[in-house]
């Protein structure tokens, strides 16, 4: 079954620029879709196909995706930012959707 | 407004079944396919389930096939989650989730409800 691999953390600064990866093989050949999850609530897409911001996600959130590796990109971090983020694929091999095992984003 | 609200969730028996339900409004529900994605304790995100706008389609994660099903009745704008033959693994946050398509694959989720939790446990 498809793969996708994610940093279990990163840490940024307030203000500064935090890249979130997601590895898998060719995954530049797929539609990644990322989701911004905080405790006790749902969780929100940020980034879909690759790189679009849905409605009310703010343009610092950015994405892109290339070869066996896949970034969201959270520029001027704000402390409202604090979250574990998923990325997601559709596995057409199997039919089956697949997330990565999360990314915990802390703010200094 | 989308509004996904589950419920059905509790604590039940190893080995014994449950049923989960999601009320959808807001949005035209027999036009979308639906998802089940569930989050254990301290872990990721873990796709459970899909059906597609008319039940035509249906996909299962590999750790609940053939335990689960999944099913909508669109007339009550509802989707539902029979879980059979339960296990400690099975405890979970189930979230429904809505799909920009029909189709139950490719997926994408824009909508989320708040989940309903399932703890299994003797």
């Known amino acids: 079954s498809y793969v996708l691999t994610q940093p279990p953390s990163v840490s940024v600064a307030p203000g500064k620029t935090a890249r979130i990866t997601c590895g898998g093989n060719?995954?530049?050949?797929?539609?990644v879709h990322w989701y911004q999850k905080k405790p006790g609530q749902a969780p929100v897409l940020v980034i879909s196909?690759?790189?679009d911001r849905p409605s009310g996600i703010p343009e610092r959130f950015s994405g892109t995706n290339s070869g066996t590796t896949a970034t969201l990109t959270i520029s001027r971090v704000e402390g409202g930012d604090e979250a574990d983020y998923y990325c997601?694929?559709?596995?057409?091999?199997?039919?089956?959707?697949?997330f990565g095992g999360g990314t915990k984003l802390t703010v200094l | 407004e989308v509004q996904l609200v589950e419920s059905g969730g509790g604590v039940v028996q190893p080995g014994r079944s449950l049923r989960l339900s999601c009320a959808a409004s807001?949005?035209?529900?027999?036009?979308?396919?639906m998802h089940w994605v569930r989050q254990a304790p301290g872990k990721g995100l873990e796709w459970v389930s899909g059906?597609?706008?008319?039940?035509?389609?249906?996909g299962y994660a590999d750790s609940v096939k053939g335990r689960f099903a999944i099913s909508r009745d669109n007339a009550k704008n509802s989707l539902y989650l029979q879980m059979n033959s339960l296990t400690a693994e099975d405890t979970a946050l189930y979230y429904c989730?809505?799909?920009?398509?029909?189709?139950?694959?490719?997926?994408?989720?824009?909508?989320w409800g708040q989940g309903t939790l399932i703890t299994v446990s003797s």
């Open positions: 807001g949005f035209n529900f027999d036009e979308y396919a």
């Open positions: 196909y690759n790189s």
């Open positions: 059906v597609s706008w008319n039940s035509g389609s249906i």
């Open positions: 989730a809505k799909d920009i398509r029909r189709a139950s694959g490719p997926t994408l989720f824009d909508y």
């Open positions: 060719n995954i530049g050949g797929k539609s």
């Open positions: 997601q694929v559709w596995d057409s091999s199997s039919d089956h959707t697949v």
